[in-house]
């Protein structure tokens, strides 16, 4: 395990432009990605001769277990500069990129303060540096999400029995949860959307007290976590009786959805492309303007991560994780979204789902 995170350390600092010695990592997030380790006060210094992690004395003993290969150093609030200043005299260092994106201005300030003379640079794209490598998703971290996949589908098959009527949004959601964190989810990956009836239309709809009623499209957007990994899925079933007009939607958006994968499973590159196979379907069938959202988004250590699948294109990254999920929202009447995560490889694409996707008539 130590290997693997040493070596995404070598791998940023192979990547960070020459004029710089370094990066100074402080974000839970990316902090966890190089080290393994979770902590909400770790200072990871990556240098070119040599890394440091700085923490409190909460989490030292278990942070120098948990990073064994590179040193472990403790401060205490009254101390840090001299610490963080020891730091940056033992090792030479001039300039650290920062996590742009992550840091508030006020953590800027004091880290530049006590790490003087260190300079702090926040042009260097480190974000971008640290994306690009964070993207290609090795062998433990897909097990991880599939794992988490797998607790999500276990635990929708068995909210699909409790569906009936008077059963309300909130009561779904929480059983979502509890039900999921006894099959072994650290957490989910997000708050659960259960979106029943005309609540359906909104696609970020927060689940409420609204009972489940005949006729209904019920939605949920749903996900789990395992290893720091996220899942993410989306299923609408019906309760009850289903018009034609919901049937006929149901429809277009599972082909909108198949057409985007069978783009991936053939190879496909290109990230506008992906969008454009699930959307220009929908368009062709008149309900473009009820599709608001893009087609996916990157999923991993975050639920919403690079690249994003939409108009604004790019390569679709070679062993990237990404969700495919379109779907029409007719206001004030019901929603569709089918949604499912594919790890793209160098000749196709996996699907990381198993959950079936047919139009499912519940009660
Ligand atoms: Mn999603």
Redesign the pocket.
Known sequence: MANKFLWRTNQLLSIIPEEYDGALIISEINGKYFTGFNCDNGYFIVTRKGCVYVTDSRYTEAAGKAIDWCEVVEYSGPEMKETFGGISQKYGIRTLLVESDRMTLTQCRMMSEVLAPTVLADEGGLDKLIESLRVHKDSDEIVCMKAAQNIAEQTLTHLYGMIKEGVSEADLAFEFEFYARRLGAERLAFDSIVASGENGSMPHAVPGQRKIRNGDFITF?VGCVVGGYHS?M?RTVAYGSVSDEQRRIYDIVLRAQQNAMDYLFAGGEELAECDAAARDLIKAEGYGEYFGHGT??G?GLE??EFPSVSYRGGKIPVNSVI?V?PGIYLPGQFGVRI?DMLYKTETGAVDLASLDRELLILG
Request: hydrophobic share 20%; no cysteine; proline share 0%.
């Open positions: 957007d993410d989306t996916g988004h999923v639920i919403h969700t999920e949604e």
